[in-house]
């Protein structure tokens, strides 16, 4: 049974050891904000930000969160930072997040995907057996770990996984491994003592203040609008199911309450989707950011040569985490994109972005508890 309010709890986190890989990239430091906002004592481990200008070092993340920089893919560097830091609930975000990457690069999306997966597994595994204790687990992946047949109804947890690239093969091996390690090492059967309620967790395509990645709508429109230059559109058809970066966050962290306390009902793998009023097509997306940003705003198809494949149409069936969890999402595209480009214009504007960023998630949380 999921906790009477079906919401980012600031009493449940406050003072939560909270260890979360990945903390330097874009959700990662918006999770690592919202979390320390709330009163967590956060630890982030994590390479160095992976862009130039980042959202972790715009807005002083390293000011108040201690972090081990350290791969992901070196167990003994992760063994060390789980015992050191006994948290009591792990976030494992560290991964390659993009596809077009890892068309160019499949060796390392495969091991820090997958084998950053295992070793972050291992390592929680091992802390366990050492006696300390962890009441929760969230291993984030996304939607792309469906296998996509561009079905016109939206993916459920129970639905085939797969992958036609690296990037989210990868995503769907993590899936795998973690629920390996759940039935063998995690199972509600062995002792109370091994006992760790282990999720995995679904998203939609976020967009949000604070993307600087490469070959993603958002951060490349932002781009080339600064630059006075059309934001140019591989693939203007595809449709998305765009969602802003708290929805997601708002069910990691709803899922990470439900897990410490009422344990292994919740350890499963869970959606993390918009409404399907939020899908839309590329160009769609586009129109909105453009009209939401003003003058001098515009876009185009991009006539360019064969492009690598990726899915036309893909969306979520978040039923289980509606009813389950009774988490839903609170805002729509519209606002989305507004707060969206609130972000990138406070930002070009040399805003304190840490209080607007703050302010934000501040809002969202408003929203929530009277929504």
């Known amino acids: 049974m999921a906790l009477d309010k079906p919401e980012p709890c600031p009493g449940f986190w406050k003072g939560k050891k909270v260890f979360l890989t990945g903390h330097t990239g874009f959700k990662g430091t918006w999770l690592s904000m919202w979390l320390h906002s709330m009163g967590a004592q956060v630890t982030g481990y994590s390479l160095e930000p992976a862009t130039k200008p980042s959202i972790y070092e715009i807005c002083r993340m390293d000011e108040i969160i201690p972090s081990y920089y350290s791969d992901i893919r070196d167990l003994a560097s992760l063994l060390a930072a789980l015992c050191e830091t006994a948290p009591d609930i792990v976030i494992h975000m560290a991964a390659q997040p993009l596809v077009r990457e890892s068309y160019n690069d499949p060796v390392t999306t495969f091991e820090v995907n997958m084998m950053g997966t295992v070793h972050l597994l291992e390592a929680v595994r091992q802390t366990v057996r050492r006696g300390l204790r962890i009441s929760a687990v969230i291993n984030v992946t996304t939607d792309k770990c469906y296998d996509n047949r561009e079905w016109a109804y939206g993916y459920r947890e129970t639905d085939a996984l797969g992958g036609a690239d690296p990037y989210s093969g990868s995503k769907a091996g993590s899936e795998i491994i973690t629920d390996s390690y759940r039935r063998a090492f995690f199972h509600p059967s062995d002792s109370a003592a091994s006992i760790v309620p282990v999720a995995t967790a679904r998203a939609g395509n976020v967009i ?140 070009h504007r040399q805003e304190d972005m840490r209080a607007l960023s703050l302010r934000q998630i501040n809002e969202y949380m408003k929203g929530a508890q009277t929504g």
Not at 242 to 258: I, K, M, R
Request: hydrophobic share 40%; with cysteine; proline share 6%.
């Open 208 to 347: 949000g203040g604070g993307d600087w990645s490469k070959d993603r709508l958002v951060p490349d429109g932002i781009r080339a609008i600064l630059e006075q230059r059309p934001i140019l559109l591989r693939n203007p058809k595809a449709i998305r199911p765009w969602q802003h970066v708290f929805e997601p966050l708002s069910g990691y962290l709803l899922l990470a309450q439900n897990l410490a306390t009422s344990k292994a009902i919740f350890a499963k793998g869970w959606n993390f989707g918009p409404d399907h009023t939020s899908s839309a097509s590329v160009e769609q997306l586009a129109g909105l950011l453009c009209k939401e940003w003003g003058e001098g705003a515009s876009f185009a198809s991009e006539l360019s040569a064969k492009q690598p494949h990726e899915a036309h149409y893909l969306s979520l069936d978040s039923s289980m985490a509606r009813q389950e969890l009774g988490w839903q999402p609170r805002w729509g595209l519209g606002p989305a994109v507004t707060h969206t480009v609130e972000w990138y214009k406070a930002w």
